[in-house]
């Protein structure tokens, strides 16, 4: 268990359980963190995230408070990640402890470096890169987060 700003997170694996939470935690993302995430304003649906559960090309963590889902970050075969917080319960260091969390994952399945790419506006994003070492690269309109993963 991890803490942050007084709120006790718990970090797992995510399960065919929790279908609902993360439903619940993409419904609470406003149309700006939509288009952050998803690169679009499409507001994903229930049957989309059974989809991505039944995949077995990723892993799936989820940061939980008191039972609730307030942050998710996936991790594909290929390196990529993505991540979502819960928008009342972001600079709290949620999203840092997910990336910090998707790193270990990594070495344990043999990937040679993750990467992720975001909106030059997504500055949260940004900054976990920044702080985890990740070399970035800005372009126009995008931005690539690349990390080497040591063994």
Same mark, same amino acid.
């Given at each position: 268990?991890?803490?942050?700003? &007084? !709120? *006790?997170?718990?970090?797992?694996?995510?399960?065919?359980?929790?279908?609902?939470?993360?439903?619940?935690?993409?419904?609470?993302?406003? *149309?700006?963190?939509?288009?952050?995430?998803?690169?679009?304003?499409?507001?994903?649906?229930?049957?989309?995230?059974?989809? !991505?559960?039944?995949?077995?090309?990723?892993?799936?963590?989820?940061?939980?408070?008191?039972?609730?889902?307030?942050?998710?970050?996936? @991790?594909?075969?290929?390196?990529?990640?993505?991540?979502?917080?819960?928008?009342?319960?972001?600079?709290?260091?949620?999203?840092?402890? @997910?990336?910090?969390?998707?790193?270990?994952?990594?070495?344990?399945?043999?990937?040679?470096?993750?990467?992720?790419?975001?909106? *030059?506006? &997504?500055?949260?994003?940004?900054?976990?890169?920044?702080?985890?070492?990740?070399?970035?690269?800005?372009?126009?309109?995008?931005?690539?987060?690349?990390?080497?993963?040591?063994?």
């Amino acid at each position: 268990m991890a803490e942050s700003i &007084n !709120l *006790p997170l718990v970090i797992r694996e995510a399960k065919k359980g929790d279908i609902e939470g993360v439903y619940k935690l993409y419904q609470s993302l406003t *149309p700006e963190d939509l288009y952050m995430r998803f690169f679009t304003f499409h507001r994903v649906s229930y049957e989309e995230i059974e989809q !991505l559960f039944s995949r077995q090309d990723h892993v799936t963590l989820l940061a939980e408070s008191d039972g609730e889902v307030i942050g998710e970050a996936t @991790l594909y075969d290929d390196g990529e990640f993505s991540v979502a917080v819960d928008p009342r319960q972001r600079r709290g260091g949620i999203g840092t402890a @997910l990336v910090s969390e998707l790193i270990k994952r990594a070495r344990s399945k043999t990937i040679k470096k993750i990467k992720f790419y975001t909106l *030059p506006e &997504n500055y949260p994003m940004i900054r976990i890169g920044k702080k985890l070492g990740f070399k970035l690269e800005f372009h126009e309109d995008e931005v690539v987060g690349t990390l080497e993963i040591e063994r």
